[in-house]
């Protein structure tokens, strides 16, 4: 079924995502991936505030590449979420909504998702310069000097997802 959605998310948005539903976002998106999920992990270690209210947001697991003239980003494809599955429950504990990667996800990042009532979409990989239209503006937020692993607050309009896990743990891997 097709959904469209605004930022930010509510329990009563993610309860209503079921897997399978393709998904239309719209409003603010953040990026992270590895690097940067690393130090916003070792600041929650340190007691120290992470660089943007996790709480009922979407963080969106991509590097983007350098926008050609013109472009407010370069090529927007999803990165692999795995390789976020450590952090995670960390985040959904303090509200993180929805993830958006590709690939599957472990059984503790699935059930920290079921007790947040959080929710995970796919984007399709290799789709990157097509996802890139539809993110209007993109803006370093914190980490510069990871590069094109920064955080990056996106605005979207329409961003193409799949509901690949739902709230309920139903998961279209299995």
């Not at 130090?39 to 979407?58: C, S």
């Not at 599955?85 to 998702?113: A, H």
């Amino acid at each position: 079924m097709d959904k469209h959605i605004n930022t930010p998310l509510t329990d009563e948005k993610v309860k209503d995502l079921k897997a399978g539903d393709y998904v239309y976002i719209t409003g603010t998106v953040y990026t992270a991936r590895d690097a940067a999920h690393k130090r916003m992990y070792e600041a929650l270690q340190n007691n120290e505030e992470l660089p943007f209210d996790v709480k009922n947001n979407i963080v969106y697991y991509l590097g983007p590449s350098p926008a050609r003239e013109g472009q407010v980003i370069g090529s927007a494809g999803p990165t692999t979420a795995g390789r976020m599955d450590k952090y995670t429950p960390s985040l959904l504990d303090l509200g993180l909504k929805g993830m958006i990667g590709k690939g599957r996800r472990t059984d503790d990042v699935i059930s920290s998702m079921v007790k947040n009532n959080a929710v995970y979409f796919a984007a399709i990989g290799g789709a990157g310069a097509l996802l890139s239209k539809c993110i209007k503006k993109a803006e370093v937020i914190a980490y510069e000097d990871l590069g094109t692993e920064a955080i990056r607050k996106l605005e979207v309009e329409d961003l193409p997802v799949i509901v690949v896990i739902d709230s309920e743990g139903n998961n279209l891997y299995k």
